[in-house]
């Protein structure tokens, strides 16, 4: 189980005032989000490593993109593509950017469409939230984590898109299923679809 913290900021609000410490009472366990140009994933683990080094930073990779098989603990350190592409927008890379040069990358992990789908659609259902597919990828990839940590651990990470900027695909019955992540949407959340 997880819980979704009530307030959610951007990344350059997070390094000037630190309210994700205060958000968190001081407790942060680990910081995972997609990378895009790479600028907010690489500023906010360079502050956090600053402030202590045993915060895990992982970066979270959308299918096609490259980072995850270069970064990942588990990957094979090159470039190389995982998956054909996603549906997400703005993140995953084909190349390493000069924003994320020489940020620090504790593990980098692949988060499937199905997943980020999955979670776009609990987060609303359950929640509330109103999430677009990149922050559904970044919350999915946040569970991972904390499911990799022990117990009452805590992980952060960054909501960068709303849904109602993508609602006439994400939430089309005909559009998930033409992209084959139909079956992704829970049967209980197949009333929210058009």
């Known amino acids: 189980a997880y819980e979704i913290c009530a307030c959610l900021v951007g990344s350059e609000m997070c390094i ?8 968190t009472g001081g407790k942060l366990d680990a910081f995972t989000c997609a990378s895009g140009t790479g600028g907010t994933y690489a500023g906010v683990a360079l502050f956090l490593k600053q402030k202590r080094e045993s915060i895990r ?12 098989q270069r970064f990942g603990v588990n990957g094979s350190g090159k470039l190389e593509r995982t998956g054909d592409g996603s549906i997400t927008e703005g993140i995953g890379q084909g190349r390493i ?17 199905e997943e980020s789908i999955g979670m776009l659609f ?35 990470t960054v909501a960068c898109d709303g849904a109602y900027r993508y ?13 084959g992540m139909l079956d992704a949407v829970r049967e209980e959340h197949r009333s929210l679809l058009i």
Do not use: H, M, Y
Request: glycine share 6%; aromatic share 4%.
């Open 16 to 23: 000037r005032d630190r309210s994700t410490g205060n958000q």
């Open 57 to 68: 930073c992982v970066l979270a990779d959308p299918p096609g993109s490259v980072l995850a």
């Open 97 to 113: 950017t000069a924003n994320l040069e020489g940020a620090p990358i504790d593990d980098a992990i692949t988060i499937p469409d």
């Open 122 to 156: 609990d987060l609303f259902a359950s929640e509330g939230i109103f999430l677009g597919a990149s922050s559904a990828l970044n919350v999915a990839a946040a569970v991972r984590v904390a499911n990799e940590l022990p117990p009452n651990s805590t992980v952060v």
């Open 167 to 179: 609602q006439s695909r994400l939430f089309s019955r005909a559009w998930l299923e033409s992209k």
